[in-house]
């Protein structure tokens, strides 16, 4: 009698466990691959009527980077070996499946937090992977917005998210983009922008320490991160990583999406010669856009959002408002070419000896 109760209640449970997985386990599968930021893979700003189990994966790399034009290194920590890790963009209703690798090659623990999922300390309790490792987490896009990711080893979060290992998640609403009157918003172009402040440790002569491992750099590290002043405030990795040659790039009608996301410490992100037309702060969707921002504020452990459409050449600064933390390299430069338009601004008297009477 016993065995055939255990029969049946085992039979019970392997049958609600198999219910459970259904949910996600008859939606179609995609496999995304990802692209480096600023890049954001391409994706539908408008998504099909059924939800999907959308596929990604992360590699995780640490090395050694160069963080200035002077050399300068940081023992770096990275999701598939750029900083930020790259954006990963779904739809609310979707499956995210996420398998992360750990490769042996890398010498920590690594796990992954995503303020977008629910439960288990956002996904990071089961996805702690030793080098060697690799684990697949799925959870509900729930509900809509940028959110960051980051990883969260207990008693090194500060550390492995200073170095380097922090992204966003992107949940777009089914229906797209909404501005606050229900008309839809579109863009041609997104771009993220992931901007850390740094803490690289100084020798007794003043400077910057460059270690051979990664394990070499850790109780300097933290003891200058404790300081709580930054040697380093840098937008995707490096000062310069989105000046010269490294702009981004439009042209004048473009609309273009800037997901701006920073994991540890507030930011103030400005459009010099632009705008935000429509501004979602925090990130979240569900809450509707400001308009016509100069400067707009992210929260540190968050992604913010800003859509602009260019409508004048030229080079565009975008940067940290906090105009120190600018200089320490929290700028980035935008590229716009098309037609000028003399209604929105012209150079009356070109510079020169004063003429004018009062
Ligand atoms: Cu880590």
Request: aromatic content about 8%; proline content about 6%.
């Amino acid at each position: 009698m016993n065995t055939i109760k255990h029969l049946a209640l085992s039979i019970a449970l392997a049958f609600s466990g198999q219910v459970l997985a259904d949910a996600a386990d008859g939606l179609p599968r995609v496999k995304v691959g990802l692209v480096a930021p600023p890049q954001v893979h391409a994706h539908e700003q408008v998504a099909p009527k059924e939800p999907r189990v959308v596929q990604f994966r992360l590699v995780i790399e640490e090395k050694k980077m160069v963080i200035d034009d002077q050399g300068t290194t940081l023992q770096a920590m990275t999701f598939n070996g750029s900083m930020p890790g790259p954006t990963m963009v779904v739809h609310e209703g979707d499956f995210v499946e996420l398998t992360l690798v750990n490769p042996a090659s890398n010498s920590m623990p690594h796990n992954i937090d995503l303020h977008a999922a629910t439960g288990a300390l956002g996904g990071a309790a089961l996805t702690l992977v030793s080098p060697g490792q690799e684990a697949v987490l799925r959870f509900k896009a729930d509900r809509t917005g940028t959110f960051v990711y980051h990883c969260a080893p207990e008693g090194m979060v500060a550390w492995h998210v200073l170095a380097g290992m922090s992204g966003t998640l992107m949940v777009l609403p089914r229906e797209g983009l909404k501005d606050p009157a229900g008309n839809s918003l579109h863009y041609d172009r997104a771009y993220t922008i992931g901007e850390s402040d740094l803490y690289i440790p100084k020798d007794k002569d003043g400077k910057y320490k460059d270690y051979s491992t990664l394990l070499d750099s850790y109780a300097d590290s933290r003891e200058t991160m404790r300081g709580l002043i930054p040697s380093h405030v840098v937008f995707n990795g490096r000062v310069g990583a989105l000046t010269g040659k490294n702009a981004l790039t439009a042209n004048v009608g473009e609309s273009v999406l800037f997901i701006h996301s920073q994991a540890n410490r507030d930011s103030r992100p400005h459009l010099i010669g632009g705008h935000g037309d429509w501004v979602w702060e925090t990130g979240k969707f569900d809450n509707p856009p400001l308009k016509n921002l100069e400067t707009w504020f992210v929260r540190g452990g968050s992604a913010g959002v800003a859509l602009y459409t260019f409508r004048q050449p030229g080079v565009y600064a975008y940067l940290n408002h906090n105009l120190i933390e600018a200089e320490m390299g929290a700028a980035g430069h935008i590229v716009v070419e098309g037609e000028w338009d003399d209604e929105l601004m012209m150079q009356v008297k070109a510079p020169g000896p004063i003429t004018s009477q009062e």
